[in-house]
């Protein structure tokens, strides 16, 4: 059973840092590309970042460009996105997900859809305090 399980959410105040992990199991890790996402209520889900487990190439929103940096722990199936200098703007449900490599082509112009991944976990709310 592939599962994606997100933490590291919190309440941190304007400039503060988090660091987001999405645990992954079931599935092969290095065949994948895992991206992370966020959502405020009423508003689309946004890409945020995804790296290719593949090859190690990441991809940043530029929103988040210089901010959030995206790495992989392939010993631990692990996912990282440590999320600096945050602002209120940042707050959001924060969700990774994973698709196969082979089924994605990977732009440094824009970041894959949400349609593109294949599995997801169940979020994690970041909370940016003014």
């Known amino acids: 059973e592939v599962q994606l399980v997100e933490s590291g959410g919190g309440l941190v105040q304007a400039g503060g840092s988090l660091r987001l992990s999405c645990a992954a199991s079931?599935?092969?890790?290095?065949?994948?590309?895992i991206g992370w996402f966020r959502q405020v209520p009423g508003k689309e889900r946004e890409g945020v970042s995804c790296?290719?487990?593949?090859?190690?190439?990441?991809y940043y929103a530029d929103s988040v460009e210089g901010r959030f940096t995206i790495a992989s722990d392939n010993a631990k199936n692990t996912v990282y996105l440590q999320m600096n200098s945050l602002t209120p703007d940042d707050t959001a449900v924060y969700y990774c997900a994973a698709a196969e490599s082979r089924s994605m082509i990977l732009l440094s112009t824009s970041l894959p859809s949400e349609w593109e991944y294949d599995y997801w976990g169940q979020g994690t709310q970041v909370i940016v305090s003014s």
């Open positions: 790296i290719s487990i593949t090859d190690g190439s990441t």
């Open positions: 079931g599935f092969t890790f290095d065949d994948y590309v």
